[in-house]
C-alpha cells in the first residue's frame, strides 16, 4: 500500500494561488490513478480533481475547473495540484489519494481509494 505526504498547504489571499505535492512511497505509485480531495469543517470529504497513472487523462470538479490543474511525475513518484485564482470557498483541508485498483479510469468516490495522506490545510481569506 502507498504510503502518502502531503506539503505546500497555507494562507493566501483570495486570488492567489498554491501549489500542493504528495509525495508517494512504498509501493507501484505509477500504476494508481490518483486524486485529491478536500474537506471543510463541518462538511463531508470531496473530490476535486484527479487523474490516470500515465497523467493523459485528468477529471476535475465543476467548482475548480479552469483554476487548478492536477499533475503527477512518474519518476519522482510525486503528484500536485496548482491551485489559482483560489477563492474563500476552497479552504479546506486537502487531501492526496491513491485509486484502490492499479491503472483504470479516473474515479471520484471516496471509497475506490484506498490510500490517504495525512491531508493540508488550505485557507483563502477575502
Known amino acids: 500500500q502507498l504510503q502518502l505526504v502531503e506539503s505546500g498547504g497555507g494562507l493566501v489571499q483570495a486570488g492567489g494561488s498554491l501549489r500542493l505535492s504528495c509525495a508517494a512511497s512504498?509501493?507501484?505509485?505509477?500504476?494508481?490513478?490518483m486524486g485529491w480531495f478536500r474537506q471543510a469543517p463541518g462538511k463531508e470529504r470531496q473530490f476535486v480533481a484527479g487523474?490516470?497513472?500515465?497523467?493523459?487523462?485528468?477529471y476535475y470538479t465543476d467548482s475548480v475547473k479552469g483554476r487548478f490543474t492536477i499533475s503527477r511525475d512518474n519518476a519522482k513518484n510525486f503528484v500536485h495540484l496548482q491551485m489559482n485564482s483560489l477563492k474563500p470557498e476552497d479552504t479546506a483541508v486537502y487531501y492526496c489519494?491513491?485509486?484502490?485498483?492499479?491503472?483504470?479510469?479516473?474515479?471520484?468516490?471516496?471509497?475506490?481509494?484506498?490510500?490517504w495522506g495525512q491531508g493540508t490545510q488550505v485557507t483563502v481569506s477575502s
Open positions: 489519494a491513491a485509486d484502490r485498483r492499479p491503472y483504470g479510469s479516473v474515479r471520484s468516490s471516496t471509497a475506490a481509494f484506498g490510500s
Open positions: 512504498g509501493g507501484s505509485f505509477s500504476s494508481y490513478p
Open positions: 487523474l490516470t497513472s500515465g497523467g493523459a487523462s485528468t
